[in-house]
């Protein structure tokens, strides 16, 4: 059974120190978290004051949340690289692309032709405080995005892949046909971050 739908929260990260963890460890082939990077969000120009979560697909180019349209730049681990460009869908959607020259690959290109259904199995990746994040679910169901947020157009996916403060933006991914395939942005949370709300990358193709 999904949350009431007066439950559900936009999940960014506010007021906290943002770096990339060292030691943290990686398969060699895991390129759903290789591939995941910081949004930076700041007034002051030198201190970040939140952060939300993306996913690089292509060099210089970061899919995340709209709602995170105020990151000014890019952390990965080689450095901070500055947003030159923002490219929004043309609908009411939950997506964004920021344009960061200098941000490279590990890099995994979204997949606009899959159709997830019910049960299919999800994995949301983000990194909201620098350290991965990343975790596995179920899909609920796939609803109208104006069920929980009025204003926002197109569909939601929720999964029981869990969320947390700062994941918005981050990938929701399958594991199909040998490899990790990119379906998703993770916007919301609901239940304590218990379950995700994720737009398909399906809902915007103008921005790939």
């Not at 060292?22 to 995941?36: E, I, K, Q």
């Not at 991965?132 to 109208?144: C, E, Q, T, V, Y």
Request: proline content about 8%; charged content about 20%; glycine content about 10%.
């Amino acid at each position: 059974m999904l949350p009431n739908l007066n439950d559900y929260v936009k999940v960014l990260l506010f007021g906290a120190l943002v770096i990339f963890g060292a030691g943290t460890t990686r398969a060699a082939d895991d390129l759903p978290r290789d591939a995941a990077v910081i949004v930076l969000m700041r007034t002051d120009p030198n201190v970040p004051n939140g952060a939300c979560s993306g996913t690089v697909i292509a060099p210089g180019r970061v899919l995340s949340a709209r709602h995170c349209d105020t990151g000014d730049a890019i952390r990965t681990p080689k450095g901070d690289f500055p947003v030159t460009e923002r490219i929004a869908p043309t609908r009411n959607v939950d997506a964004l692309i920021f344009v960061a020259p200098g941000v490279e690959c590990p890099c995994i290109a979204p997949d606009l032709v899959l159709r997830l259904v019910e049960g299919d199995v999800v994995r949301a990746v983000g990194t909201p405080d620098g350290l991965p994040h990343d975790s596995s679910g179920r899909i609920l169901a796939i609803i109208n995005a104006s069920e929980i947020f009025p204003d926002e157009e197109g569909v939601y996916i929720m999964a029981s892949a869990q969320s947390r403060p700062g994941v918005s933006g981050g990938g929701l991914f399958i594991f199909r046909d040998g490899a990790w395939r990119l379906v998703g942005i993770v916007v919301a949370s609901a239940r304590n971050g218990q379950i995700s709300g994720s737009v398909p990358v399906w809902e915007v193709p103008e921005l790939f």
